[in-house]
């Protein structure tokens, strides 16, 4: 299951076909290994990587750092759930450091993130304090570069 689990995180667009035969066995046998790793919650989902600079998306996206008063007996999931639900929330972790959960948000703009920030996530119940950073540029997301080869822009020369 581990190598059909990295074959699918590396390539998800490659057809049951072509996995059974890097894995050696059968179409059917791998179908069926897909299903069992998606109805188990172990695949959650299957996402393209998309380089919003070559785009004409405006979009920003922010790390934010959050510190918060995790309630009795039940920790930090309670305000991680919430933050979690908000519909500009990418992503939510819960992190070792300064802070304790750390999230992602991509909107349209500077400002709507820091409204964002300012209205809806910092008067949370159990929030504390936040830090948030800009993305100014994505070199690698997932393992997946997203620098341009270098151009060589030499000239030819001949004698």
């Known amino acids: 299951m581990e190598k059909l689990l990295s074959i699918l995180e590396n390539n998800p667009r ?3 076909k072509e996995i059974a035969v890097m894995l050696g066995t059968d179409e059917k046998t791998v179908e069926a ?13 299957y996402r393209a990587l998309i380089d919003n600079e070559k785009t004409e998306s ?8 959050i510190k918060v008063q995790p309630k009795f007996s039940r920790g ?29 948000v991509t909107d349209k703009s500077f400002q709507e993130v820091a409204l964002f920030v300012a209205n809806r996530l910092s008067p949370m119940e159990g929030v504390v304090s936040t ?10 997301e997932q393992g997946v570069s997203f620098m ?10 001949s004698f």
């Not at 639900?85 to 802070?99: C, I």
């Not at 830090?131 to 690698?140: E, M, Q, V």
Request: charge should be negative.
């Open 148 to 157: 341009d080869a270098p151009k060589d822009d030499r000239r030819k020369i």
């Open 33 to 45: 290994q897909i299903r069992q790793l998606e109805d188990g919650g172990i695949v959650k989902g």
């Open 58 to 65: 405006q979009l920003v996206t922010a790390l934010i750092e």
């Open 76 to 104: 930090f999931e309670d305000i991680a759930q919430k933050i979690a639900r908000l519909d500009e929330v990418e992503s939510v972790y819960l992190m070792s450091g300064s802070f304790d959960i750390c999230c992602l």
């Open 14 to 16: 490659l057809s049951n």
């Open 131 to 140: 830090a948030t950073h800009f993305i100014l540029k994505k070199y690698k």
